[in-house]
């Protein structure tokens, strides 16, 4: 896994927006696995200035992002769809037909989810997966316990993510309780992951992600499995690897050739 410390938030909102260009860049086709919360908003608001002011095209680009509440639709605050609408898809030229999420609306929510894995494969596979991290250690909402092999389907937020992501619900209305995620072993043959991580309260969770054992009892140390993970984290995120200056010597000795932006 590669660990990439980096000075602010900021600049790791950066680094994960230059990583999404450079492979757009690349590979206008290119196949994106987004994710949605607080802490990738500034990686979107900074793809839409490239789109703007550099002219980088999303025209070519699939998306399927990991998760979507099941029983609200688009027009509900907590949407997955709306978010990604308006942080996003809105500002950008991707098709609106190259865009996917899972309907949590699905009256059959079992064959929507099989339906979701067999549109990742139709369209390839994922070339890129952008993660966020909750407290708990869920990718995606793949919560603790969680089958490290599981694929899409639905799952039962813990009460640690509910009260994380409550803000978006009205006053008197509670989350949905349910979601539709992308599995563990969905999001581990995406070809590359990126996660990032943001602020002392994610240090806990990125430490046990690098450095803790590998367990279904905190769902992103599958990405220990993974052949080629990068974790962009900031100073505060950081704060309790142990092998942090290790990390730090090995992105300033990384090879020109290995760099990717
Ligand atoms: C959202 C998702 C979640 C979030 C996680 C962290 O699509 O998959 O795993 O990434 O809950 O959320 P924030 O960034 O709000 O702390």
Known sequence: MEVLILPSGREVCEQ??????????????????LATGSTPR??????VRRHRETGLSFRGVTTFNLDEYVGIDATHPCSYRRYMAEAFFDHVDVPAAQVHLP??????????????EAAIGAA????????????????????PSSSLGSRTRIKTLS??????????????EELPGHVITMGIGTILEA?????????AHKADAVVETVEGPLRAFFPASALQLHPHATLLVDEAAAGRLALRDYYRSVAAAKPAWQRED
């Open 16 to 33: 994960a927006a230059r990583i999404i260009a450079h492979l757009v860049g690349a590979r206008p086709g290119a196949v994106l696995g």
């Open 42 to 47: 500034p990686i979107y608001a900074e793809l």
């Open 103 to 116: 309907n949590g609306m699905a009256a059959d929510i079992p064959g929507e989810c099989d339906a979701y």
């Open 124 to 143: 390839g596979g994922i070339d890129l997966q952008l993660l966020g991290i909750g407290r708990d250690g869920h990718i995606g909402f793949n919560e």
């Open 159 to 172: 009460a640690v993510t509910r009260a994380a992501n409550r803000g978006c619900a009205p006053a008197g």
């Open 191 to 199: 070809r590359r992951c990126v996660l990032v991580a943001i602020g």
